[in-house]
């Protein structure tokens, strides 16, 4: 691994390796977390911050999967250390780990199975822009892990009674909105969360069903893999980073299509609208999303 670091000549396949050997360690961390959500005591304290914008929820178990998950990789491939305390100024070739603490935290709260364990490696482009160059993630509870690495294609990877499946990943050939089935997420904060539904009821009368079930993360590989045919969300939050690179890698590693609502790439220091598709019904969708732009009182809160 230090070779590989050094020269930076990995082929696909030795992503492929390294993302497999993170994948481990996920499910390692995500196990500590299922035990402590069938723990029957209280999972979660309110947060204090940002209480004028809506409830959120400090888990204890974050603490633990950010212990676990820096120490466990930096024995593994270190490369220049973890996003979060990264430099003001990276050079190009530069790679960072991004560990995501529980996506989906109010699923996890309530005892729902539809949360995750996530990490993205990010690598700095020639243009000094940081990309997510690998993304794993894990739902504990589910029994599933999804993976994918720059140029290696997608794997999702299913636990089951009579051991691990393994399937490549590639989304739905739905060609219109009409009889599709999308997913949608939805904010605490209420001026964000109307946009969501404004989108939803604009939307009434053409895909089959519109779920809205979560996390991003998971949402994300639903429509790499064809459960969903879409996915979109409003202003989606820098604490949502992490998630997002994970389940970005496997959406284009699927060869599914990502972006802002407005089209534009999505800027991973920055919150974002985000929306996925199977890359066969995007131009529709847009024409739905764009009724509904990030308003300035949004942008400038």
Same mark, same amino acid.
């Given at each position: ?37 069938l723990n ?10 940002n ?10 178990v ?14 593994? =491939? ?18 960072? @780990? ?20 996530? =990490? =993205? ?16 993630? $894990? ?14 294609? =997608?794997?999702?990877i ?7 499946k393994?399937?490549?990943? +590639? ?18 904060i ?25 996390? +991003? ?34 959406? @284009? ?7 802002? @609502?407005?089209?534009?790439?999505? $800027? ?25 732009? @990030?308003?300035?009182?949004?942008n400038?809160?």
């Open positions: 691994m230090v070779a590989m670091e050094e020269t930076r000549e990995e082929t696909p396949q030795d992503l492929r390796n390294l993302a497999l050997k993170v994948a481990g360690l996920l499910e390692e961390a995500g196990q500590h977390a299922l035990h402590d959500q029957p005591r209280n999972l979660a304290q309110p947060s204090t911050e209480a004028d914008r809506g409830p959120r929820y400090k888990l204890e974050d603490n633990k999967i950010m212990r676990f998950m820096s120490a466990r990789i930096a024995d593994i =491939a270190h490369f220049d250390g973890f996003w979060t305390t990264r430099p003001a100024e990276s050079r190009p070739g530069q790679r960072y @780990w991004y560990i995501g603490k529980i996506d989906g935290v109010i699923n996890y709260v309530r005892r729902m199975s539809e949360w995750t364990v996530t =990490a =993205a490696l990010f690598e700095f482009g020639p243009d000094n822009e940081p990309k997510p160059i690998i993304g794993i993630v $894990h739902a504990p509870a589910l029994g599933l892990t999804y993976l994918a690495a720059r140029g290696a294609g =997608a794997v999702r299913h636990k089951t009674a009579v051991g691990e393994r399937d490549k990943v +590639v989304p739905s050939m739905t060609s219109s909105l009409d009889g599709s089935v999308l997913s949608y997420g939805m904010s605490f209420p001026s964000e969360s109307q946009r969501a539904l404004d989108v939803a009821s604009s939307l009434a009368g053409r895909p089959a069903d519109i779920k809205r079930v979560g996390p +991003v993360s998971l949402d994300l590989c639903k429509v790499a893999d064809g459960t969903y045919d879409a996915y979109f969300e409003p202003m989606l939050h820098v604490w949502d980073i992490a998630g997002i690179a994970a389940g970005t890698v496997v959406v @284009w590693e699927a060869q599914g299509t990502l972006s802002r @609502w407005d089209g534009e790439r999505i $800027h991973w220091r920055h919150d974002n609208d985000v929306v996925a598709s199977n890359g066969l019904i995007i131009r529709e969708l847009q024409h739905y999303l764009q009724q509904y732009p @990030w308003l300035d009182s949004i400038q809160r």
